[in-house]
T-cell receptor, first 114, second 113 residues
């Protein structure tokens, strides 16, 4: 899992601003995922991509957008339409897009809305 | 869709004792059950996983058991140590269709010296 990096580690956003969270992996994994983690809750899937130039909505995609132009990169944009964006965001990757493949997580980005 | 319930939400044990965390799932098609450990402010890390053709799997002090009939699986940690203190998450997924990995709510385990 050391091959997955996220930046920045901490991010502060004013209301009404869009922000983009970076996720990069050098594991040659086909699939990448974005999860949101709130205190006392499990991880919830925002978006996932099983292959370059393709991505699917997860359970809580509203107010978020992604792109997958390169195999190594899967940036997440938190738009102003996301009403409660303060959370810990985790990116993950796996060998293939089969959900029974082991997912490896990045170190996370903590987003705070001021 | 799949629903995963995890209990207890918090667990405190004396160092050296055993800890057990239980999860139940709703989708009988689920056949992959990983457990992740997350230390404060850190990334979740896979500690053990089990697939439905196996009833039990061990790795040193950690074991996972699976009961497909009852649709529950458990994490067992023996001879607990202070470094076992963390939040543990169970999850479930399936080969069929596009079954996403669904996580339980997490258990905060505290090992008391």
């Amino acid at each position: 899992d050391g091959g997955i990096t996220q930046s920045p580690k901490y991010l502060f956003r004013k209301e009404g601003q869009n922000v983009t969270l970076s996720c990069e992996q050098n594991l040659n994994h086909d699939a990448m995922y974005w999860y949101r983690q709130d205190p006392g809750q499990g991880l919830r899937l925002i978006y996932y991509s099983q292959i370059v130039n393709d991505f699917q909505k997860g359970d809580i995609a509203e107010g978020y957008s992604v792109s997958r132009e390169k195999k190594e990169s899967f940036p997440l944009t938190v738009t102003s339409a996301q009403k409660n964006p303060t959370a810990f965001y985790l990116c993950a990757s796996s060998t293939s897009g089969i959900f029974t493949d082991t997912q490896y997580f990045g170190p996370g980005t903590r987003l705070t809305v001021l | 869709g799949e629903n995963v319930e995890q209990h207890p939400s918090t667990l405190s044990v004396q160092e050296g004792d055993s800890a057990v965390i239980k999860c139940t799932y709703s989708d009988s098609a689920s056949n992959y059950f990983p457990w992740y450990k997350q230390e404060l402010g850190k990334r979740p890390q896979l500690i053990i996983d089990i697939r439905s053709n196996v009833g039990e799997k061990k790795d040193q002090r950690i074991a996972v058991t699976l009961n497909k009939t009852a649709k529950h699986f458990s994490l067992h940690i023996t001879e607990t140590q202070p470094e076992d203190s963390a939040v543990y998450f169970c999850a479930a997924s399936s080969f069929q269709g596009a079954q996403k990995l669904v996580f339980g709510q997490g258990t905060r385990l505290t090992i008391n010296p």
